[in-house]
């Protein structure tokens, strides 16, 4: 059975008013860029030639700066060798801008014992399994699910049972980047007890490890002990309380990630420096059968446990690493340091009040604009105006409702650039009316009634708005994959704007004007006719 024009015109407004009612009952409203609610851009130049992995490497680290910051938004980019930081709605400019270009530093830890995660810590589910550090040529044995370090034909020692138990649910990083895969924590058998024959005396209450904060960022200093968190993807999988710092990542010449030597398995090798090589063995001797964690920017990346104390210049850290884990964690030792001293090159901060104020020009002007193009619309095309009226609304409801989305769930910002990306849409979609509603006075003036045209109309009219919309398309996509920033918004917004449009024209234009063309008060009507709308001289002799 054939459906009539009604049934997609009634099923695209029902789901405009659908999905805007969700979204406001949701509470979302589109995320706002730094020229609409004001913040701090800054672009970072790096004082000396750098390789591209070194500058990946800095804007990882300093995006996990920044979603520490709690920054809504924020968008860091790369445009060529400098680094572009935009923190729209920061309240602490300066002290924002001073994290983002500080220099950070890999640094060597001794595990001292393991935290659980605190009571505001969800943590996620950790498959058991085991990692190992261990020099070229050696066989280690690690125990079950702890993690080792052994050097050049050495005979491999296993870890020591933690002396300071956590709880037996709770699994400790064994040496994978940013997962909680690894060496299980032993659980101390209980101490034996007295009882008393007298009442003792009242003890404070020990404290409970889930209290134990996480040691700021600012105040993860070289010498202190601290208290860090293992992230995997954003999210704390483990926590660490870490001994002051016994080596840096300068110890470290290069680090690259391979198979072990059945070729089954991932691991990271790495090559330490001259000086490095006796720091790093210092170290190891100090830490056999223990833990050490690799921190970058109070984050801990690693924690292997050293299974001998030479390592003369070569070791791996093994275990069971897929490709991606093994080279990032690569990436981390050989880049770990930051070896790109950043300097700002130009700083620019938006109040929130002029953040304001532009938001509000903006929208003034489009309104403005707006309503000057359905003015002349109504007034050339009568009661078509109003189908472009109404087009409008439901585009802008769709349009509201995507936006506010996308906003929430991946973090999309509304820049200026987007929004006059979103006016200059309203200037296509537009013109695919006009070219509709010409092409229905072509029909009518080929002696057609308006019922018979508009089918026939949209049908070739409809081409036309495809090809045009495609050209649209092909150049927003372009300029969003080719260009950075504030362009790249623009682009997306126009592409999006040019996307609803091929959508709204078929599934409401066509019906909506078809249902008009079966009613006599819209094409008759003195003022508001669709006849009048688009009349013109017939020609001679042809049928009226």
């Known amino acids: 059975m054939r459906r009539g024009p009604s049934t997609s015109l009634i099923v695209v407004v029902v789901l405009a008013v659908a999905a805007l009612g969700g ?4 509470g979302y409203s589109p995320q706002l860029g730094l020229d609409l609610q004001g913040g701090v851009s800054v672009v970072l130049r790096p004082q000396k030639a750098v390789s591209t992995g070194a500058i990946n490497q800095a804007i990882e680290i300093i995006r996990n700066r920044v979603d520490g910051l709690g920054v809504a938004e924020p968008d860091i980019s790369r445009q060529g060798s400098n680094i572009i930081v935009q923190l729209p709605g920061v309240k602490d400019q300066k002290r924002a801008l001073e994290l983002v270009g500080q220099t950070a530093e890999l640094r060597f830890r001794p595990v001292l014992e393991a ?23 050696a066989s280690p044995t690690p125990a079950p699910g702890a993690a080792s370090t052994t050097a050049p034909g050495a005979a491999p020692t296993h870890p020591a049972p933690s002396t300071t138990a ?5 699994r400790l990083a064994g040496g994978d980047l940013a997962t909680a895969r690894g060496a299980t924590t032993t659980t101390a058998p209980p101490a034996t007890t007295t009882v008393p024959t007298t009442a003792p005396a009242a003890t404070p209450a020990p404290v409970t490890p889930t209290a134990i904060p996480t040691t700021k960022r600012e105040e993860d200093k070289p010498e202190a002990i601290v208290v860090l968190p293992l992230q995997e993807g954003g999210k704390t999988t483990g926590r660490y309380r870490l001994g002051p710092s016994e080596l840096t990542g300068k110890a470290v010449k290069s680090a690259k990630a391979q198979f072990d030597q059945t070729g089954s398995a991932w691991e990271v090798a790495f090559t330490l420096t001259k000086t490095g090589s006796k720091d790093f063995d210092a170290l190891a001797a100090r830490n056999v059968g223990k833990q050490v964690a690799i921190v970058l920017d109070g984050v801990v990346k690693s924690a292997p446990t050293i299974q001998q104390a030479e390592f003369n210049g070569r070791g791996q850290i093994s275990g069971s690493f897929t490709e991606k884990e093994a080279k990032d964690l690569a990436l981390v030792l050989r880049y770990g340091s930051l070896p790109v001293e950043l300097k700002p090159e130009t700083v620019q901060t938006v109040s929130a009040s002029l953040g304001k104020d532009s938001l509000h020009a903006g929208v003034l002007a489009g309104l403005l604009g707006l309503g000057l193009v359905l003015l002349y619309m109504i007034l050339y095309y009568r009661a078509l105006g109003i189908v472009v009226l109404l087009g409008l609304i439901v585009s802008g409801m769709l349009m509201y409702s995507i936006i506010s989305f996308l906003g929430e769930r991946s973090g999309l910002a509304l820049s200026l650039a987007g929004a006059v990306g979103i006016i200059v849409s309203v200037g296509v979609t537009v013109d695919s009316y006009v070219v509709y509603f010409e092409r229905l006075k072509d029909e009518i003036r080929a002696g057609k009634t308006i019922r018979s045209s508009v089918d026939r109309g949209f049908a070739r009219a409809y081409r036309t708005i495809l090809a045009a919309d495609t050209a649209s398309l092909i150049g927003a996509a372009l300029l969003y ?13 126009l592409g999006l704007s040019t996307l609803l449009d091929m959508i709204i024209a078929y599934t409401f234009t066509r019906p909506m004007v078809i249902l008009l063309g079966r009613n006599r008060v819209f094409t008759e009507a003195r003022w508001l006719g669709v006849a009048r709308g688009l009349a013109a001289p017939a020609p001679a002799g042809s049928a009226s």
């Open 115 to 137: 935290v659980p995660l605190s009571e505001t810590e969800v943590p996620t589910t950790v498959p058991p399994s085991a990692t190992d550090t261990t020099a070229p040529g």
């Open 166 to 170: 956590a709880p037996a649910t709770l």
């Open 481 to 493: 994959f080719l260009t950075v920033g504030s362009v790249r918004g623009f682009a997306f917004f």
């Open 23 to 26: 979204t406001l009952a949701a």
